[in-house]
């Protein structure tokens, strides 16, 4: 599928020829009578997006995990899908391996009021989902930390959001030097105290995390591909787009609680956002 599409959209930087995809910008080329490569091996080569896999859960018994997390829907509701395999890059407070195998419903279980108010709905979407007709969506916090990169494990992410929310005064690049990803030795960003984010500085250390994600329903197997594309801009970007501004404003005051934690979007972090987002809208930056 990917190999029709990126040659018909993209020509001037791909072509397929005799089975193999060619990638003229890279100088990459792939075999794609090659069983022995995996797929999402080579998807993660060719776009920018992370990928995942899933299936409905009663067909997952070959995962790892999915024995310890047995699905809990009965034939009268809709069955939830599960992660089976993926490709992710850029993970934003989580780690592929811990949600392998898990439905819908446990991979968003950090979410506040998942489980309560949409967890049955995506099920039903999913479930629905037909080849051809392809979805797509997008979410956004505001952070300090401008990494793409960002594996935490669940259990680190919870105590940051609780540790987010009893220290306002910190910025989320210093809560996490504590809580480095599982397996992770790299390097963490040092946040200078002597030059807290004001909001006369904020455009330059604020940034909008963006995730565009899309659902696919596959033709031949019936699975659900999911992608992420992870766009970061400093809050900047809001200079001259009045209203563009005061809309993202507006969607921070009409968060739950709950949900502004969870988000991080809190404390004078957020305080100094709103008031940087206030004065684009009125044109004052």
């Known amino acids: 599928m990917l190999a029709n599409f990126l040659p018909s959209r993209y020509p001037d930087i791909f072509s397929l020829s005799h089975c193999r995809l060619h990638n003229h910008a890279?100088?990459?080329?792939?075999?794609?009578?090659?069983?022995?490569q995996d797929p999402?091996?080579?998807?993660?080569?060719?776009?920018?997006?992370?990928?995942?896999?899933?299936?409905?859960?009663?067909?997952?018994?070959?995962?790892?995990?999915?024995?310890?997390?047995?699905?809990?829907?009965?034939?009268?509701?809709?069955?939830?899908?599960?992660l089976v395999s993926g490709a992710v890059l850029f993970p934003n407070g989580w780690i592929l391996p811990e949600k392998l195998g898990l439905p819908t419903a446990?991979?968003?279980?950090?979410?506040?009021?998942y489980e309560s108010t949409i967890s049955r709905a995506v099920n039903k979407f999913l479930?629905?989902?037909?080849?051809?007709?392809?979805?797509s969506r997008s979410n956004w916090t505001i952070t300090d930390d401008p990494r793409l990169f960002?594996?935490?494990?669940?259990?680190?992410?919870?105590?940051?959001?609780?540790?987010?929310?009893?220290?306002?005064?910190s910025s989320q690049q210093t809560l996490e030097q504590g809580h480095p990803a599982e397996g992770?030795?790299?390097?963490?960003?040092?946040?200078?105290e002597e030059d807290p984010i004001t909001v006369e500085n904020a455009g330059w250390k604020l940034f909008t995390r963006s995730e565009r994600e899309t659902f696919v329903c596959l033709p031949e197997t019936g699975a659900v591909l999911f992608t992420i594309r992870t766009h970061m801009k400093p809050l900047r970007?809001?200079?001259?787009?009045?209203?563009?501004?005061?809309?993202?404003?507006?969607?921070?005051?009409?968060?739950?609680?709950?949900?502004?934690?969870y988000k991080m979007i809190g404390g004078r972090l957020a305080d100094v956002a709103r008031e940087y987002l206030l004065r684009c809208s009125q044109g004052i930056v």
């Open 40 to 82: 999402l091996e080579i998807i993660s080569q060719l776009i920018q997006e992370d990928v995942c896999l899933m299936i409905p859960c009663s067909t997952s018994s070959t995962s790892p995990s999915s024995s310890s997390h047995p699905s809990t829907s009965s034939p009268s509701t809709t069955p939830p899908l599960c």
């Open 150 to 169: 960002r594996p935490i494990s669940e259990a680190s992410y919870a105590s940051l959001v609780q540790l987010r929310a009893n220290m306002g005064e």
């Open 237 to 261: 970007v809001f200079s001259g787009r009045r209203q563009l501004a005061a809309d993202v404003a507006q969607a921070m005051d009409a968060l739950p609680s709950e949900m502004r934690r």
């Open 26 to 36: 890279t100088g990459d080329s792939f075999d794609l009578s090659d069983t022995s």
């Open 106 to 113: 446990q991979i968003h279980g950090p979410v506040p009021l």
């Open 184 to 192: 992770q030795a790299q390097e963490q960003p040092q946040s200078d």
């Open 127 to 135: 479930n629905n989902l037909q080849p051809g007709s392809p979805f």
